[in-house]
Nanobody
Framework: QVQLVESGGGLVQPGGSLRLSCAASENIFNFNAMGWYRQAPGKERELVATITVGGTTNYADFAKGRFTISRDGAKNTVYLQMGSLKPEDTAVYYC?????????WGQGTQVTVSS
């Protein structure tokens, strides 16, 4: 069973930065793609960023220029570096891994942007 464990969330002031980590229980290159999604209270879960096995990245418009997705194969970990954070970035951030038609999710990590 694939396990994804997120960490790195917390409370940060507007304009600040955070780095989220997603540790996978197996080789991350086994997956077609991995990514980050988020869900704010009362809203649907939305894509933040993805990275394919080949290294192609994709970002939501709100993430472009502020967030960076990366990975470390030796640690089986995917990262989301977030900068210039805004209150509207407040949400639970989820790690996702896709293998063919299957999608795996982590338990989520809370990010709160507030002064």
């Amino acid at each position: 069973q694939v396990q994804l464990v997120e960490s790195g969330g917390g409370l940060v002031q507007p304009g600040g930065s955070l780095r989220l980590s997603c540790a996978a229980s197996e080789n991350i290159f086994n997956f077609n793609a991995m990514g980050w999604y988020r869900q704010a209270p009362g809203k649907e879960r939305e894509l933040v960023a993805t990275i394919t096995v080949g290294g192609t990245t994709n970002y939501a418009d709100f993430a472009k220029g502020r967030f960076t997705i990366s990975r470390d194969g030796a640690k089986n970990t995917v990262y989301l570096q977030m900068g210039s954070l805004k209150p509207e970035d407040t949400a639970v951030y989820y790690c996702n891994a896709r293998l063919l038609s299957k999608a795996y999710w982590g338990q989520g990590t809370q990010v709160t942007v507030s002064s």
